[in-house]
């Protein structure tokens, strides 16, 4: 999961009529007392969250990725989905906690999600305190399970390992931080094989690399020359590159330079990161 500044990029100019719409809507089911009404208003408009230019938009805040996974996918469709359900908001056990009926049209919280993802988090939206019932309350003030791509903090409370499996960066299972690392990876499914596999693939391909590279040095350390020197530089930035935000699973290949015991190494990493 890599930060997403969803709030630092409101929708641009183009989409002018769309916030118009969708802030129309929103009021609509504000001034609207009757839950079932509400409902036929949001069931009814889904296209506004399915708009093509606005998908295009936040595409381009992840240079094409699912914003929870990192994953590019070219013969699947991507969802627009709602952080905080539109209609329920099911806790730990299932129980509906009440769903965010206001924020139904709110770009703020939108978010891209590959199908996979959103297929297994649907509805699940867990709420340990403070759950917001209706518009007039602080969502700021809730205490959610779910890690948000938008909140840079939440990022950093994910990590990989060399089999390409994402787990907490806590390891005392007691942290609230482990948690709800642990519930965000369960409920996305950011463990689906097809994703481990791939992580592995592009952290064995770093290893490749760095191995390359260090020979490539060796060599250039016992005899230099300005051919070598440029075969290093060109593997250097085959490397960088795979740490860059429009990379595929960039903050793996971040974690694999970091897992590195030579400080060169991890230097390069920390410039991406």
């Not at 999961?1 to 089911?29: C, F, G, V, Y």
């Not at 919280?109 to 939206?125: D, H």
């Not at 191995?211 to 020359?225: R, V």
Request: hydrophobic share 30%.
């Amino acid at each position: 999961m890599r930060h997403i500044p969803l709030k630092e990029n409101p929708p641009p100019s183009r989409l002018r009529k769309w916030l118009t719409k969708a802030e129309n809507l929103t009021q609509a089911l504000i001034s609207e007392t009757d839950s079932a009404k509400r409902r036929e208003i949001i069931e009814s408009n889904s296209e506004v969250w399915r708009n093509k230019a606005l998908k295009k938009y936040f595409m381009q805040l992840s240079d094409g990725k699912c914003w929870y996974s990192e994953a590019r996918e070219v013969y699947s469709h991507y969802h627009v989905d709602h952080f905080r359900p539109k209609s329920e908001a099911l806790d730990l056990n299932g129980k509906d906690q009440g769903g965010y009926w206001w924020l139904a049209f709110d770009w703020t919280n939108y978010r891209i999600c590959g199908s996979v993802g959103n297929t297994k988090k649907g509805a699940k939206f867990h709420v340990k305190r403070n759950k917001a019932s209706c518009h007039t309350d602080l969502c700021e003030d809730e205490i959610v399970c779910f890690l948000d791509p938008t909140d840079e903090d939440d990022t950093l409370k994910l990590t990989f390992d060399k089999t390409g499996t994402i787990k907490p960066s806590s390891v005392d299972e007691n942290d609230w931080d482990y948690e709800r690392a642990k519930y965000t990876i369960e409920n996305l499914d950011l463990n689906y094989e097809p994703l481990k596999e791939a992580r592995k693939d592009l952290w064995d391909t770093c290893e490749s690399k760095l191995n390359e590279l260090q020979h490539l040095m060796k060599e250039y350390n016992k005899n230099p020359s300005a051919s070598k020197k440029g075969q290093i530089q060109s593997k250097l930035e085959e490397l960088r590159t795979l740490t860059k935000p429009k990379s595929e699973f960039s903050v793996v290949a971040i974690k694999c330079l970091l897992s590195s015991d030579i400080e060169w190494v991890q230097k390069l990493a920390l410039t991406a990161a």
